[in-house]
């Protein structure tokens, strides 16, 4: 099998690629900076795209998948009016850029895996979401996960079958938002963040990555489908689970009127949240390796 991955230099980029690698498939990577990554196997290629003179589409004939992790970070720096447009700009303009590489190849890839993100659903401490829910939010994620999702119905139109892989937070030790929440436990001065009734839709790295895969191989997947562990956590839980496994004190409380003037807009991403289920994995019969977050944390931090 051939696969793409644009933004495969980043935290999840580079975990998906190295599961295709042991599975023995091509990889091509799409980066702004291909010549930062010489690679020494003949099974793995980076090429150049999004900059002015880059073509990809000539080196992407007869790939079998397409996936597209392209996207600002939404974990680095403060959330200022440029920033979000970054944010924004980063994603529309990777999607852009996937539709018109697809639409001049002659044969299409027969799966994409677009990324998106459960922040669509917006904000709620007593709803559950799942794929079908259909009432979205207003705030700043959002809007930009809607419009972003707009732009891969393109896809579709030329036949190809796309997923919609919303993501939640995904777990890992040296990316993401985990390593930002260990730092006050592994100093002493962890403790519930905001209310602590907040719900943290999370998955481990090593599950997002082979969902993705799954989505290529499953046919009957298609449109939204939550990437989230069947085990969401209240903030609280989620805090005191990380001090157990790290062996650190639960105990400085963090409240929302403190933190929320300190991180801005950002805020949303730890004081506010949404219980989500990947329904839709659920009924293809994915299983997850690590479906609670006890398991999750444990192998993570004994790496």
């Known amino acids: ?42 099974r793995l290629s980076y090429i150049q795209w999004l900059t002015p003179s880059s073509q990809p589409e000539t080196s992407l004939e007869g790939i079998d998948a397409f996936i597209n992790l392209s996207g600002e970070s939404l974990n680095s720096g403060r959330w200022t009016k440029k920033k979000k447009q970054q944010i924004i700009d980063s994603r529309i303009t990777a999607t852009k850029e996937l539709v018109r590489i697809l639409s001049s190849l002659e044969k299409k890839p027969s799966a994409v895996v677009q990324a998106s993100a459960v922040g669509i659903y917006g904000t709620s401490k007593d709803q559950t979401f799942t794929e079908e829910s259909q009432e979205y939010g207003s705030d700043f994620l959002a809007e930009t996960v809607k419009a972003w999702e707009k732009e891969a119905e393109a896809l579709n139109e030329m036949g190809i079958r796309t997923c919609l892989a919303r993501f939640g937070v995904i777990l890992e030790k040296d990316g993401g938002a985990l390593p930002l929440m260990a730092l006050p436990y592994k100093l002493f001065a962890g403790g519930r963040l905001g209310s602590g009734d907040q719900w943290v839709s999370w998955v481990h790295l090593e599950d997002a990555v082979r969902s993705i895969l799954y989505m290529i191989y499953n046919p009957k997947l298609q449109g ?17 689970t990380l001090g157990t496994v790290l062996k650190r004190p639960h105990w400085f409380p963090a409240p929302s009127f403190a933190l929320r003037p300190v991180l801005g807009e950002k805020s949303i991403l730890i004081l506010d949240g949404q219980k989500v289920m990947p329904e839709r994995l659920r009924q293809a019969g994915f299983t997850f390796q690590y479906p609670k977050l006890d398991l999750a944390l444990q192998q993570i931090f004994s790496k």
């Open 1 to 42: 099998m051939k696969i793409a991955i644009a933004g495969g230099s980043g935290f999840v980029g580079k975990a998906l690629a190295q599961l295709c690698l042991q599975k023995g498939y091509e990889v091509t990577v799409l980066t702004r900076r291909s010549e930062s990554y010489p690679s020494d196997n003949d």
């Open 224 to 240: 939204p489908v939550n990437v989230t562990a069947p085990h969401p956590a209240p903030m609280a839980e989620f805090g005191k």
